[in-house]
């Protein structure tokens, strides 16, 4: 039987980093993560949307797929694949702002692990 792997970095005997993966092999959460929360509303401003299915610790789960529905409210659009094809455990989309003001939600829905949405931009 397998177990959870940790690894530890060291410099110079002091512990930099470490990092945990799982051994059971599950997907676990699936996460929506924006690279900015606020954006001009011309028609031009853009931000890319990244989804990721990963274990229990957070480990991207390089294996994974599925189709990742992505739904908006608010002025803007969704600029790529809608359903995505996740490969690799990741998948990316652009969301471009409208000639508007406000809030703009996107949801990512995965066929098994469900919906995450953003936090308002």
């Not at 608010?74 to 455990?89: C, Q, R, S, V, Y």
């Amino acid at each position: 039987m397998w177990s959870d792997l940790r690894i530890d970095g060291y410099i110079g005997g002091q512990k930099v980093i470490s990092k945990s993966m799982s051994a059971r092999g599950v997907d676990r959460d699936f996460f929506l993560e924006l690279d900015d929360l606020e954006l001009e509303g011309d028609g031009i401003d853009a931000t890319r949307a990244v989804f990721r299915v990963t274990d229990e610790f957070g480990a991207t789960k390089p294996f994974a797929t599925g189709a990742v529905t992505l739904t908006i409210e608010g002025p803007g659009e969704i600029i790529g694949e809608n359903p995505f094809a996740l490969t690799g455990g990741v998948g990316a989309v652009w969301v471009r702002t409208a000639q508007d003001t406000g809030t703009i939600r996107l949801v990512a829905t995965h066929p098994v692990l469900g919906s995450c949405r953003t936090a308002e931009a």
